[in-house]
């Protein structure tokens, strides 16, 4: 595994750094950041280890430590933290939070880098406004589950199925989603009746689900998790109260869309690899079918199940880029970005609103989110998003168009007309 490097990407990484790092010392979602923070405070303060009601897989919990390690350190020795306006945590503490998500961004930069053997994918992903938006100014772990996604695609290119199981599977307990490529794999090593090997990935899947999962367990939090996070998650039960639900067909469509069950999606979804698999000769790459369904998974997962949250659309811009680079849908690519440049738009007017992440009361755009049917605005925007990704996903390999940009740009503002200044309820 070679790469020429030199110092046009080493700028950029810097570049990217700098411009993240200012993002997330002056902002972060308070009741996200705030649940994260309370963790490592009682931690660092009380000496509570608390991670029975910690809103995510426990990964997370053990990647900040050692950096929150190094905040509290820096306090000790005399470091003057801020507060600004309403957030819910201090500005610096707020970027120590976020570090392993930033530097999960920097391996993602890296890992496209080497899997492409181009810089372009690697910076369309790099600075994608979304991207920047999810790890950067929100503050949510989705960078982190894509990062060893992408080495897993890495390692499935260069050595094999095995290591990139493992990198799948640790994906998947960073966020569960991370499982649906792995699945994948294991059911393509079962149909070609290697069953020693998928024993191999199943035993390495377990005992890394074993090691993560434990320490909850210990703590007597197993009930807990598997009720809260994971039922939530996987669809086995109806949205906990209290949660928004982004999924766009439930915001346009309502209750009716319930009639959708994300198990359902994703069976369909594994039946489709496999049978696309069993037509290709022995000697085929596993790859490109992997990257394949896995984009058209995420993208099906954004659109159809009965709940949904707005960092779901993070995992589009990686999968895209690399199911476009093996493709040769160079379109597919560049689209990625204007993809999460008006997600990223739209998300932060209707869905969290500019005043939110900032801490303060004041929009920085209230003519743009002083308007009824905000959630409509949203999920009209980006249910078309996502239609055109899917077309640019099966229809064949074209070249991006700059009128692309004014056809999406027109359709945020037909969407805005009728919902918002029209007022039509759905």
């Known amino acids: 595994m070679r790469i020429s490097l030199n110092k046009n990407d080493l700028w950029i990484v810097l570049l990217g750094l700098v411009t993240r790092i200012a993002i997330a010392l002056v902002s972060s979602h308070p009741y996200d950041t705030a649940q994260f923070a309370i963790a490592q405070r009682l931690f660092f303060q009380h000496g509570i280890i608390e991670l029975r009601y910690f809103p995510t897989l ?28 309403y957030r819910s945590t201090l500005m610096i503490e707020g970027v120590f939070l976020k570090l392993p998500l930033i530097l999960s961004d920097v391996g993602g930069f890296w890992a496209i880098r080497l899997l492409t053997q181009k810089r372009m994918p690697a910076v369309l992903y790099f600075f994608n406004p979304f991207i920047i938006y999810i790890s950067s100014a929100w503050g949510l772990y989705d960078t982190m589950m894509i990062f060893p996604l992408l080495v897993g695609f890495l390692l499935l290119q260069k050595y094999g199925r095995t290591g990139a ?12 989603i991370g499982f649906i490529p792995f699945a994948f794999l294991l059911i393509g090593t079962l149909a070609k009746r290697r069953f020693k090997e998928a024993a191999l990935q199943m035993a390495a899947a377990a005992l890394i689900a074993v090691a993560v999962i434990a320490p909850i367990a210990l703590l007597g939090g197993l009930r807990d ?24 067909l ?23 690899y496999v049978l696309e698999s069993r037509h290709l000769p022995s000697t ?14 995420v993208i099906a997962l954004n659109i159809f199940p009965p709940t949904g949250e707005v960092e779901w659309l993070a995992w589009i ?3 895209g880029l690399v199911y476009g680079f093996l ?37 920085f755009l209230p003519s743009l989110q002083a308007v009824s049917n905000g959630l409509e605005i949203y999920a009209a925007t980006v249910l078309c998003l996502l239609l055109l990704t899917l077309a640019y996903a099966w229809h064949r390999p074209v ?12 359709i945020y503002l037909q969407a805005y007309f009728w919902f918002g200044l029209v007022g039509i309820r759905v």
């Open 58 to 85: 426990p990964i997370l919990y053990y990647v900040q430590l050692p950096f929150y390690a190094i905040y509290t350190a820096l306090q000790v020795l005399g470091l003057n933290d801020f507060q600004q306006f």
């Open 165 to 176: 199981s493992i990198a799948f599977v640790v994906s998947g307990m960073v966020k569960l």
């Open 225 to 248: 998790f598997l009720v809260g996070f994971l039922v939530r998650f996987v669809g086995l039960g109806d949205a906990v109260q209290g949660y928004y639900n982004y999924s766009p």
């Open 250 to 272: 439930a915001i346009l469509v309502g209750p009716a869309i319930g009639i959708i069950r994300l198990q359902v999606v994703v069976v369909l979804l594994l039946v489709a």
């Open 284 to 297: 085929t790459s596993s790859l490109l079918p992997l990257a394949k369904w896995s984009f058209i998974g």
């Open 317 to 319: 811009v990686p999968l």
């Open 327 to 363: 493709t040769n849908r160079s379109g597919l690519q560049y689209f990625t970005f204007l993809f999460g440049t008006m997600a990223a738009f739209v998300a932060m007017l209707y869905t969290q609103g500019t005043g939110y992440l900032l801490g303060t009361s004041l929009d």
């Open 399 to 410: 070249k991006f168009r700059y009128e692309i940009i004014g056809a999406v740009f027109l």
